[in-house]
């Protein structure tokens, strides 16, 4: 393994982890610069295609299922009826398609800022893209902090925030006052749920996470760890808030139902992504 081609290597260096991740390529197939960030394709040789944005592993065909359900399923499932989601981010539609399958489900409005994000994904992962067109999902290009500010109160039984880590377009994702237009929109025992990044290289960033989300008036709260290979050090999380009333369980007989059109979530793998590991819980409990 000394004398590897790097011709023949994506690689992601992450500076601030001081890790790096790498996935062998066949060729380069896309490449578009937005308004916002660069989009990339390539075709690897054993993770089907992989999409990068400004450098980053964002989704393979492989893969991604980990990340699209666990920040889909957990949380339409805490909530006893869910008729009305929306997805701020997700360009990639792999969380709208994960949303659909939940029949109780009204309306999806997914509001991304990158329209190139999606076409991209409609090219070379149309498979995340099958329920684009279901009667119930409206699919938006436009700022997606700007239209929870602008959202009816108690409107919207769960927000899902699928975006980027805490940098670029994302940045406005992660502070006290896009978390207070998530609460104003969400009905008494709503749910918001957002990428948090991971526990073992990230934690500051959670612990900041979950604490704005308290102070801004979020009754309770629960961070979900879970597997996601190709993120830096290969555990990912997502944080769950909840506005009015504190988490009760989850509906396991719905997630069974589920879980015969998953790959990694069930009502076993909710279980145990709820036993919180020790070091999260001692640095949660710090604060």
């Known amino acids: 393994m000394a004398n590897l081609d790097q011709s023949k290597w994506f690689t992601e260096i992450s500076d601030r982890d001081g890790s790096a991740f790498s996935l062998r390529i066949n ?33 393979s065909t492989r893969e991604n299922f980990f990340y699209h359900e666990m920040i889909s399923h957990p949380a339409l499932l805490a909530h006893p009826n869910p008729k009305n989601v929306v997805i701020i981010g997700g360009g990639d539609c792999g969380t709208l398609r994960e949303v659909l399958k939940h029949p109780g489900v009204e309306t999806v409005t997914q509001i991304d800022i990158d329209e190139v994000v999606t076409q991209m994904s409609l090219k070379y992962f149309p498979e995340l893209c099958e329920s684009n067109n279901d009667t119930r999902a409206t699919v938006m290009f436009d700022d997606g902090i700007k239209y929870m500010r602008e959202a009816a109160s108690e409107s919207i039984d769960v927000v899902i925030v699928d975006g980027t880590d805490p940098v670029g377009p994302g940045e406005g994702l992660f502070n006290h006052a896009f978390y207070t237009s998530c609460l104003n929109a969400l009905r008494p025992g709503g749910i918001l749920v957002q990428q948090s ?20 008036g979020f009754n309770d709260l629960q961070t979900l760890p879970f597997p996601q290979p190709i993120y830096p050090s290969g555990l990912w999380s997502v944080t769950l808030a909840r506005k009015s009333q ?3 369980g989850f ?12 790959e ?24």
């Open 27 to 59: 060729k380069k197939l896309d490449e578009k610069q937005s308004p916002f960030q660069k989009v990339e394709m390539f075709e690897t040789t054993d993770f089907g295609n992989l999409m990068i944005i400004d450098g980053c592993t964002m989704v």
């Open 246 to 248: 504190a988490f009760n």
């Open 197 to 216: 990044e991971s526990p073992l290289m990230h934690m500051p960033l959670l612990v900041e996470m979950r604490e704005a989300m308290l102070n801004v």
């Open 264 to 287: 990694y979530y069930n009502s076993g793998i909710h279980h145990g992504a709820l036993a919180t590991p020790n070091f999260m819980k001692r640095a949660f409990d710090k604060k």
């Open 251 to 262: 509906r396991e007989a719905d997630a069974e139902q589920v879980a015969q059109q998953s």
